[in-house]
């Protein structure tokens, strides 16, 4: 049973507490953001980019998402966990993305899915089958292609319109939240007025319910690359680096392992085995001659 739920994260938006999602793709990391207090965890496809070194996120498949899911639950068990639909898993038909979303719960132990763009009557059938679901609008990177590029959405009145337009019809369908990526804040803010259920806010500005995060953005583990709308709170790629070669200098040194790092035998027990090989040597020479 999770610590927190949809309840909780729409009577935040009515209280005006602002909170936070982070992503998380295996079992350490989420077990550190639970303890942490990080209320939402987002298995993203990020995982593509992040963690399996695919070129973008249209690569990952559904039994990758659901196996970095399963093991983000087992290092979380009280979090409230958001499995990310991937491509091909939800745009072929409303059957198969019901399926599809149920295997998140089921077999990766979520609490909800996500699914990108505006696809009303699918959430609609997701939400009937009993499958809390998270809209998310503005740049999805699933279809960056057909937007352009991975670049500012809804920068003009009508693809504003469009984009509020859209975000009202998914919390219609039933969406819990809504994540609205980079789009400009003014824009987001207009949305999160208007609607009931909460805004995340990823390169959305100031005025979201929430703010969500690849981790790996967060801590400095970018390879080179960092959005305009990260802030880096920490550098752990130059730390782990740093650590290992602070490792291999201590093992070239003799420095590693040190007494500390060694288990030894006790001084009888060393005495006997001694004795014993001196006997097999012994008999060993005996039987050559």
Known sequence: MTATGIRDFARWKREGRRFVCLT?????????????GVPMILVGDSVANVVLGYPSTVSVTMDEMLHHTAAVRRGAPKSFVIGDMPFGSYQISSEEAVRNAARFLREGQADAVKIEGARITTIER????????????????????QLGGLRVQAADATSARRLLDDALALERAGAFSIVLECVPEEV??????????????????????????????????????SPKFVRAYTDVEDRIAG?????????????????????GMPSEELGTLRRLLEERESEDKGGAS
Do not use: W
């Open 24 to 36: 998380a793709y295996d079992a350490p990391t989420a077990r550190i953001l639970e303890g942490a």
């Open 243 to 263: 650590a290992v070669r602070a490792f291999q200098e201590d093992v070239e040194s003799g420095d590693f392992p040190g007494e500390k790092e060694i288990f």
């Open 188 to 225: 987001a803010a207009i949305v999160t007025e208007r609607l009931s259920v909460p805004t995340i806010g990823i390169g959305a500005g100031r005025r979201c319910d929430a703010q969500v995060l690849v981790l790996h953005d967060l801590i400095g583990i970018s390879s080179g690359f």
């Open 126 to 145: 997701i939400v009937a089958a009993g499958i809390p679901t998270m809209g998310h609008l503005g740049l999805t990177p699933q279809n960056a292609t």
